[in-house]
């Protein structure tokens, strides 16, 4: 290199540093990992499918209100969603952050004339991630009664080409743990269609940093959500614009974002899984970006923005499609909504089965929120 070579450079740097004056350094904003793991393994234990979700939308509540942030608005709508809204330094590009704590369920469909339960599915999966799962009938009265979900042929002693069956709605029944051979006995127990029927989620935190559960996906993103508020608040500081979290009861219905929403959004962030799988670009140690799901792209100058901020802050994040999803960023848009909306999340595997993350995966997640908000 030549000293005329050496002073171009030194010139082009003095030019990169005018254009982009040094920032004040970024506090961490990195969530404290104990609490995340405590109030997402306590939310996986707090049953919630679609329709179903004001017990686990209570312990979200306490979440957030034990977080202590003065400025903290909580709010329930009349549909059963929790709204949490945070003012910021500024108000007057409004941001809003939404995530669901809905999942997937069972519903009795028939009693059975041995009294077993037919069920109908809440939420989309295949049969077979429930099959010999753990279940609890939840009656109208309030009674709990447990249970297995097993197919009609379950001993291989008796049917030889048990395992070959198609498992289908006709095909899988509730044995209920309770004395009953008759339907009569059966709604003796006080068990009648329409009660719903909550899988064991059977949640497992392991010493190598794995989270291995059902209903990780939208659990994950709501203890991310959670994460960002956390560290920003024990950081001492406020989101730079005003932000209301939307935390939904009926996504995976397909309208959990339809309504709750402030109309002055500029834009919306959904914290929903990251699809880990083959051929996936996702995994369950960084933050998926959602360029684009079943439902079309997100918009791609938020999406832009959202890897600029985890590239900046070191953040590792895989941006990726998602093939058969959709989420409630998409039911705000569909029902009007204007915001600019993207999506990001912890990344899940076997979603919709016995799922599993990595802890690094919600914490990046939440620590990209975080930077977000003082974005
Ligand atoms: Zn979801």
Redesign the pocket.
């Known amino acids: 290199m030549t000293v005329r070579q050496a002073e171009q450079v030194g010139l082009y740097f003095a030019a990169v540093t005018h254009m982009h004056p040094q920032k004040e350094p970024m506090p961490d904003l990195y969530p404290d990992t104990a609490r995340v793991l405590d109030f997402l393994v306590d939310l996986l234990n707090t049953p919630s499918p679609t329709g179903y979700c004001s017990e686990a939308i209570a312990c979200v509540a306490r979440a957030f209100t034990a977080l202590n942030i003065p400025q903290l608005v909580l709010e329930h709508t009349p549909k059963g969603a929790l709204i949490i809204r945070w003012p910021g330094e500024h108000d007057n590009m409004p941001r809003g952050l939404t995530a ?1 704590v809905d999942t997937l369920g069972l519903m009795v469909k028939e009693i059975k004339p041995n009294g077993r339960l037919k069920l109908t599915q809440i939420g989309h999966f295949m049969w077979n991630a429930v099959e010999f799962e753990g279940v609890t009938v939840r009656t109208a009265d309030g009674r709990h009664y447990r249970g297995t979900v097993v197919p009609l042929h379950a001993s291989v002693h008796i049917n030889r080409q048990a395992g070959e069956e198609k498992r289908t709605d006709e095909t899988m029944e509730v044995r209920l743990d309770a004395r009953t051979q008759s339907a009569a006995e059966t709604r003796a127990l006080g068990i009648e269609v329409g009660d719903v029927v909550t899988i064991d989620p059977r949640v497992e935190v392991t010493e190598t940093g794995f989270i291995r559960s059902r209903h990780l ?2 659990k994950a ?1 709501v203890a991310a959500l959670y994460g960002a508020f956390q560290a920003l608040s024990s950081a001492g500081l406020r989101p730079s614009q005003t932000v209301t979290v939307l935390v939904a009861n009926y ?2 219905a397909g309208h959990g974002g339809a309504t709750g929403l402030p109309g002055d959004l500029h834009e919306l962030v959904a914290v ?2 990251a699809a880990v799988g083959e051929g996936q670009n996702s995994d369950e140690f960084s933050v998926g970006i959602c360029a684009k799901d079943a439902r079309g792209p997100y918009h791609a100058g938020l999406t832009q923005k959202l890897c600029t901020l985890a590239r900046e802050a070191g953040i590792p994040y895989k941006v990726d499609i998602y093939p058969y999803y959709s ?1 409630d960023g998409e039911a705000y848009w569909f029902s009007g909504g204007q915001a600019q909306v993207a999506l990001i999340g912890p990344g899940v595997d076997a979603s919709h089965a016995y799922e599993r993350t990595h802890q690094e995966s919600v914490l990046h997640c939440a620590h990209l929120i975080a930077h977000y908000l003082r974005s």
Request: glycine share 12%; proline share 0%.
């Open positions: 669901h996906d939208d993103g996504e995976e929903d899984m989420s």
